[in-house]
């Protein structure tokens, strides 16, 4: 961190005078410009400076992987840097991630009084996601002959791939001990070569909860991504991407256990229900009905569903799971 030369005698922004406020700023940038009237979009005025500073009173941080000191950057320097960013440059949308450089960085900038070393990080960043994003929209993806594929999809399975893949799930379930790590296994093979149709397929005679993780960008594949909502959220923002930098891995730990509980309690619901109203199917019957009223990823069943399990509300006779602490979640 910076050295305690550069810490402050008093923590009010307020205590330094204007003169010095402008003789800072002025030995830092040159002479400023009239009040009010920057050169360009990237000048500051002493006065501008002065106001931002002030509206942003900062303490200067010890380590960053202290959690106390980070929700410091969140709840001030952030603010900080984003006020600045947007006076700047118009936008708020420059990153900087946390880390010590940067706040000490910040805090030198704010405790001297001008910000000419910050605005020039603020360059360099916005210079990297400007090029970032160029070079996302090079991307040239090679989507998939679509209405073939979706075709294909609805003609009759050929083969037995699904069947040999029970198989190989039971065999897996047979010979599990106290030392399996995971029940589960991966499916690899190259796009479009049937790994998804084939779960399909084995979800007609055995109960499946589907569930396709895709991102936004990739628009190659089929079938298509999950949503829990009418404005298309992907069930992968949800999963996967939806944290800021105070998420923990106990965060998605608590997220992801309550992903799955509220899936197989929803499951139980409908199957509940079904057994209700036709208590004569078998178990490969009702796993059929499952699979023609789920539909598939675009469909309006299936959407409501996961919007129910991605919802905030505590399963009824189960403790809310984001409070649970790690040790209970990892069966200690």
Not at 71 to 76: I, R, V
Not at 171 to 180: E, F, L, P, Q, V
Request: with cysteine; aromatic share 8%; hydrophobic share 35%.
């Amino acid at each position: 961190m910076a050295s305690s030369e550069l810490k402050r005698q008093g923590s009010d922004p307020s205590d330094r005078s204007d003169s010095k406020r402008s003789r800072l700023s002025e030995s830092a940038s040159g002479p400023q410009p009239p009040v009010g009237k920057p050169a360009n979009k990237q000048d500051l005025t002493a006065e501008q400076v002065e106001a931002l500073c002030k509206a942003h009173p900062l303490e200067q941080l010890e380590e960053l992987d202290d959690l106390s000191n980070l929700a410091a950057w969140n709840t001030t320097y952030v603010p900080f840097y984003r006020a600045v960013c947007t006076e700047v440059f118009d936008t708020d949308d420059i990153i900087l991630k946390p880390n010590n450089a940067h706040a000490t960085l910040i805090h030198m900038c704010w405790n001297l009084g001008h910000l000419n070393g910050l605005i020039e990080i603020m360059k360099r960043e916005l210079e990297k996601q400007r090029k970032a994003s160029e070079a996302k929209a090079k991307v040239v993806l090679r989507p998939l002959a679509t209405p073939y594929v979706k075709h294909a999809w609805n003609t009759p399975y050929i083969g037995d791939a699904s069947g040999l893949l029970w198989q190989a799930i039971q065999g897996m379930s047979a010979r599990k001990n106290s030392d399996t790590y995971g029940n589960f296994c991966a499916i690899i093979q190259g796009s479009g070569t049937g790994k998804s149709r084939m779960v399909d397929q084995l979800a007609k005679t055995v109960f499946t909860i589907p569930a396709v993780f895709r991102e936004q960008a990739d628009s190659s594949g089929f079938p298509r991504a999950d949503t829990f909502d009418t404005n298309g959220r992907l069930l992968e923002r949800f999963i996967v991407s939806e944290h800021d930098t105070q998420t923990t891995a106990l965060d998605l730990h608590r997220r992801h256990l309550l992903f799955l509980l509220k899936a197989l309690s929803q499951a139980g619901d409908w199957i509940r229900k079904e057994k209700e109203t036709h208590p004569n199917k078998t178990t490969g019957e009702i796993a059929l009905c499952w699979h023609e009223w789920l539909g598939g990823p675009t469909t309006k069943n299936r959407r409501d569903f996961y919007k129910e399990v991605t919802n905030d509300s505590v399963l009824p006779n189960f403790t809310d799971v984001m409070d649970e602490d790690e040790d209970i979640l990892a069966g200690k």
